[in-house]
């Protein structure tokens, strides 16, 4: 089964800001089966970003997916106060799914 | 407008069964696969299982196989997962969303499991 791990646990930034949040893989991963979800409080999660670099429809310009190796980063270029949330990636092989353990986005 | 809406959630003992629902509409629900996610009290979302549009391919988590059984009714744009022999462990928000190529690009709202005695 394909591990995620995802860093950092906890990232504290202003608006405004640059955000990196980080996937990696255990394994090798398509990048066609590599998705980013967006999730805030009581509700339910929102996809962003499919095929690693994909964004989904309605999704704004200042969140790119990108991929290194088995490294997958989702980048905010500027921090909106709405962007303020959890964030998962996740991946499909073998026919399974998994998601990673997700990172926060604090307002510091 | 795409909306699903799950249903069938509550409190159980462990050791007995339940039947969630998922109601489509808004898009030709016999040409998506669809799957349950589920998400524990604090924690992230965790995979249960998927079935193929046609109900042909079925997938679980190890965590629930054996256990839980995933179905659809394409006539009544509908998506089941009948859980038995629930554990405390199952407890959760169960989302249903909608399957294109290889992620989820529609989620419900969700319907709360609670096992406990």
């Known amino acids: 089964e394909v591990v995620l791990t995802q860093s950092p646990g906890t990232l504290s930034l202003s608006p405004g800001e640059r955000a990196t949040l980080s996937c990696r893989a255990s394994q090798s991963v398509t990048s066609g089966y590599l998705a980013w979800y967006q999730q805030k409080p009581g509700q339910a999660p929102r996809l962003l970003i499919y095929g690693a670099s994909s964004r989904a429809t309605g999704i704004p310009d200042r969140f790119t997916g990108s991929r290194s190796g088995t490294d997958f980063t989702l980048t905010i270029s500027r921090l909106e106060p709405d962007d303020f949330a959890v964030y998962y990636c996740q991946q499909y092989s073998g026919s399974r799914f998994t998601f990673g353990p997700g990172t926060r986005v604090d307002i510091k | 407008e795409v909306q699903l809406v799950e249903s069938g959630g509550g409190l159980v003992q462990p050791g007995r069964s339940l039947r969630l629902s998922c109601a489509a509409s808004?898009?030709?629900?016999?040409?998506?696969?669809m799957h349950w996610v589920r998400q524990a009290p604090g924690k992230g979302l965790e995979w249960v299982s998927s079935i193929s549009w046609s109900g042909d391919s079925i997938g679980f988590a190890d965590s629930v196989k054996g256990r839980f059984t995933i179905s659809r009714d394409n006539a009544k744009n509908s998506l089941y997962l009948q859980m038995n022999s629930l554990r405390a462990e199952d407890t959760a928000l169960y989302y249903c969303?909608?399957?294109?190529?290889?992620?989820?690009?529609?989620w419900g709202k969700g319907t709360t499991v609670t096992v406990s005695s």
């Open positions: 969303a909608k399957g294109t190529l290889n992620y989820m690009d529609v």
């Open positions: 808004g898009f030709m629900f016999d040409e998506y696969d």
